[in-house]
Every structure is written in C-alpha cells, then in structure tokens.
C-alpha cells in the first residue's frame, strides 16, 4: 500500500502557482520524499526529492513540514505543459529501494 | 538527464503469442531495472525488480512464469509476455537507476522509460 495520500484532483490558472499537497504521516526517519509526474501516455518524470530541508530546483520546489508528516509541492507559475498526474512517494535511498505509486493528483491547468 | 528508452512504443499481437519489449540505459549503467504495468486510469504498479546476472524478484500476484524477464547486461532489460491474452493489454513502462557512482546515484533518481503499450487481440 502507498505511504502517501493526495487529493484526487486539482486545477489551476495558468501562470498561477500550484501548491500539490501530500500526507506522509508514517514516513521513516530514513525516507525521502519524491516527487514525480505523469503525463497521459507517458512515463513518470522526476521532480524534486528532499529529506526534510525545503528543496528548489528549476522544476519545482519542495516545502517539507517540520514534522515531516507531510509536504507540498509548488510549481511557481504553472503553464497548460503542467498539466499531468503528480505522485508523491516515500522512500529511503537505498541501492534498491522501490518506488510505490499511489493515485497521485491529477493536475488540470486552466487556460 | 539519464535517458531510458523502450522498444517497441506500442504492439498489437494475437492472443497465445509472445512479446518481447526491451529496456535500455543510453548512457549510464544500471545494475538494477524494475518494470511497471498501468492499466487505464490506474496507477503504476510495479510488477518486478530486474537485477543484472541475476534472477529477477516478482511482486506478489505476478506470475513469474507468465512475465519472464532478463537482465543480460548493465544497460538492457527484457520483459517478455509469453501466450498473452486480451487481460495482458495494458501500458508497461520500466525504470533504472544510475549505479555508476557519481552524483545521479547519490540521488537516487529513477529514469523512466517511455512506456509500451500492449494490445492482445
């Protein structure tokens, strides 16, 4: 079972920000958070991981709650390209830990 | 980044034939490969971990039997769908992860591939 949980759905206006929320609340002291995405017929693409610092690449950016029970992750102006599902995962960085997909969040940008 | 690749993008075959789809690592190595199956309005579910020179470690449920896979070098993972039926149409995509030192594996990023897509008439 997926360690994660994200609202099924989410839209927003392009050029908005869009702030993808995500529940890890059993997450190991070991785990990261990674973030990918899906867009429609594609393979996932890597996002953005962190540990429990806030991470910002050209991509996104990480916020990770002092707790680390959950995180949220922003696209700073989000474009019609964003559009795709967004999976949040827990995992350690081991040689070969799995990725375990949840449902993710379906993200619409609206023109 | 990292580029996987996946041959073939898509396949239709005839029920109780078997398909062969490949896995490759362009320019890194990967020691270990895994393979996902999503059906339509699904998630991923992984299927198996694919570990070079060795025999690969299925995910409950999945018949190993069924799904044979090979890990022949660093760089290619086959998955092959043997006497496959209309139930096996469904999207397989694979992930590797550079284990070649440096600081993508110290990342531990997974580099997807595009995905196959099987249809079993």
């Known amino acids: 079972d997926a360690k994660t949980t994200q609202p099924p759905s989410m839209d927003c206006a392009e050029g908005r920000a869009a702030n993808l929320p995500c529940n890890h609340s059993?997450?190991?002291?070991?785990?990261?958070v990674y973030w990918y995405r899906q867009i429609h017929s594609q393979g996932p693409q890597y996002i953005i991981h962190g540990l429990k610092n806030n991470e910002t690449n050209e991509m996104a950016s990480l916020i990770i709650t002092e707790d680390r029970k959950s995180s949220t992750l922003i696209l700073p102006h989000a474009t019609l390209r964003d559009t795709a599902v967004y999976y949040c995962?827990?995992?350690?960085?081991?040689?070969?830990?799995?990725?375990?997909f949840g449902t993710g969040t379906r993200l619409t940008i609206i023109p | 980044g990292a580029v996987v690749s996946q041959h073939p993008s898509w396949v239709i075959c005839k029920s109780g034939t078997s398909v062969k789809i490949e896995c490759r690592s362009l320019?890194?190595?990967?020691?270990?490969m895994f393979w996902y199956r999503q059906f339509p309005k699904q998630s991923l579910m992984l299927m198996a971990t694919s570990n070079e020179g060795s025999k690969a470690t299925y995910e409950q449920g999945v018949e190993k039997d069924k799904f044979l896979i090979n890990h022949a070098s660093l760089t290619l993972s086959t998955l092959t769908v043997t006497s496959a039926h209309p139930e096996d149409s469904s999207f397989y995509i694979c992930s590797a992860r550079d284990q070649g030192g440096g600081q993508r594996e110290r990342l531990n990023e997974q580099f997807f591939g595009p995905g196959t897509r099987l249809t079993v008439l």
């Open positions: 320019d890194f190595q990967a020691t270990t």
């Open positions: 059993t997450i190991s002291g070991n785990e990261y």
């Open positions: 995962i827990v995992a350690t960085n081991f040689g070969n830990e799995k990725l375990t």
